[in-house]
């Protein structure tokens, strides 16, 4: 690594613009999501940078130019490419037409059509050469992005949350790809929320906490620190001693720290009237009372508008029928302590059942037949069409408590059983499940590995009315892969990583 600089980032504070239309007018931020956030970029370096999904999203925006930080700088004279995959799963363009675009900005004409051809006789992109971006899995549109950034000749890289989109397999092939722009000496900014890429792949680690810098050093120092700042949280056993803890950070984002750390609004006597207009409010303002002037003047000449409009409701969607024989059903327990012989389930434990539940469910368990009723276990067929959702638009209807911690949790699935019941604090385990003391987790077991999660849920009434529910009890397929299910009655979440 060359002690040259690709980009400076200087003192980068950003603030929201507030929902409300009144606070917009009165220019009032609402949420302060960057603060004073100030490194360098040196070519050949990878800089790993850790934060919540939100703060990094704005972290990219204001580094890549599409957004104007409040307050700071950055100063580059690099070309840069930023590839998130969030920004392209409604994409509607065909991936040759995608592909077409990058390239053109990035490249010459004629390299650009010779990369152009070269790519096309790859199997994805063959595969996948008309297909509208918007209807590929995200694993797909991860794979075509980092394909792109092999190619183009961006000087800075930036990746935002692109590891957790990866299979095994996929996540050997991303280290390399970004070791080999590593020794052609292209800066690499690797934007995640998760640390294990970054402790793998990066050489520089940066760590915001609630928008801040909390650590800016060598990888192995900053990821000890984090653990440790993890370990002690996961171990905190009340919501009082939750309230307390990081209560200096969370001061320094409040509304009094925002304004102390130099936002500050300028006082009448430092501006004239003329300053304190906004040419685009005054027009905006115009047009709305345009608009409801003429919203009057149709309700007094008494006209009516009809219209009709396509409904969901009525609509059937009809599965193939398969062979009962070749596929497998399961339930979730929807009580606590459920009595299957000798075997008691805690509460979201995963059985299988037979396939026939018309009065009540058979319970399959190590060779034998339990009945169960049809108020105790909820449903489960993986192969059935359930509503789709990201887990994070699903993050607000859980607890706040889990989702400021929820990266830190949700990477212990899929891993080994005794990771979890060597590295918590437990109240409770046994073979099939662990509840983490003094925070509300509980993981299950299945066959020595860490098969699922519950946590709470919240603001059930909400989530019903933003994705159109009616049932009782709610399972979301994840377009990351996996399912949450939702125990509306005992306001609990299963969360399913595959």
Known sequence: MHDIILLRARDLTYAKEPVKFKDRMLSRAEGLMLKDVTFHLYKGEVLGILSDYKSLYYLKEVVSGTLDATKGKVKTRSSILSLDVMDHVHHRHPVNIFVSELLDEYMRPDAALRVMEELKEQPLFRKRWTTPLRDLPRREIALILIEMSKVTDADIIIYCNMYRHLSGRDKEMFRGTVNNLERSERGILLLESDIEPISILANYFLWLSYGQIRYDGSVKKGVDTYNEYMR????????????????????????????????KRLSRKQTGIIDGLNIRKIILSVVLLFMMLMSSFVIFMDISFTGEANSNEDQTVTVPEEEENARTYYAITAEDDMEFGSRVLSHMSLVEVDSDHQDGYTVLMGGAEYEAGEDSLIYFNPASLYPEAAFESLLPYTSDRFVESYQFYTRYVGRKAEEVTDGFSLSSSDERHATVSGFPVTYHFRNGYVFSMTMPASDIDGLREEYGLKSEDVIFRLQDGGFMILDASNETWLYIDQ
Do not use: G, I, P
């Open 232 to 263: 002690k949280k996961s171990q905190l056993k009340s919501v009082d001693e939750e309230a307390l803890f990081d209560l200096e950070w969370k001061q320094n984002v409040s509304e009094y720290a925002r304004y102390k750390h130099s936002l």
